[in-house]
């Protein structure tokens, strides 16, 4: 079957757009990240991606497809399978019904199970498409919890010193992990309003988080001292800490492991953490897969 590539993943024997970044009468949408979407006029989506993109897509007339569900259409089936990226994140298997021939496309996954996401589930296929941000053999991540481990130990020796840690994540999906993560831990923390918004809405999901919601306004007052923040990289993050003296700052990124942030901004300490699989995982998935 064949597969072009043009600012998304187009079927043409199936007219079927996944991941269109241009605006279709129709597309698959893998999840609400937003180099993943368009106002497409009728996207489809899980209804947890429907969920997150409320607001984004309130002028589209919507199709959500649970997991498992397929889709029928005279050209194929189509059946999405959780992909572990973040949450309502999806796989899209197609199986063309001329040929047989199953296609299966990952959009953004993750293989490291994680406390908000639906796990990904592996899906037999004949093509795989996949997305692959740490395709290179040098991008061998450590186990997630020695990851975690070390992010624990150093942000309760900056506190011990009377220090402001910052912890730093994209505001959807890998921020509501962390966060997760660290009320599990005991810590305690304050969060920007931008991911607050996220983790209520993944609550309304159901997720559960392991402490209370704390959200951050930029006041001095509502960082207190024994407290975590979690923000946004970049600009918009850096905005809510500029004043505040004995900062800290902690990015856990993938490509940490060359020692580079992806901001291109080094924290005090970055951290090979990433809601992407590493080389051996995507290695490994290909296999799972039989493709």
Known sequence: MQVVFHRGVYLPELDLWMDSRRKRDSSF?????????SRHRVPLVTPNTALLLADYLKKSDTVTLAYHEPLETPEYT???YPAGHCLGSAQALVQS???GERVLYTGDFKVQSSPTNEPLEPVPCDILIMEATYGRPQYTFPPQEQVLATAFNTLRTWLSRGEKPVVQGWT?????E???????????VVVEEGIYRVAQTYQEAGVTFPGN?????GNGGNWPDGHLLLCPPGKRGRVLFEGFRRLRIMELTGWA?????HWGRRGDVTLPFSDHPDFNELVGYVRQVGA
Do not use: P, V, W
């Open 29 to 37: 949408i893998s999840h609400a990240h937003s180099d993943h979407i």
């Open 78 to 80: 189509l059946t999405l």
């Open 257 to 261: 492991i060359d020692g580079r942030s």
């Open 213 to 217: 919601l704390r959200l951050f306004n």
């Open 172 to 176: 959807l999906g890998k921020s509501q």
């Open 97 to 99: 019904k001329a040929t």
């Open 178 to 188: 962390i966060l997760h993560y660290l009320l599990a831990e005991g810590f305690d």
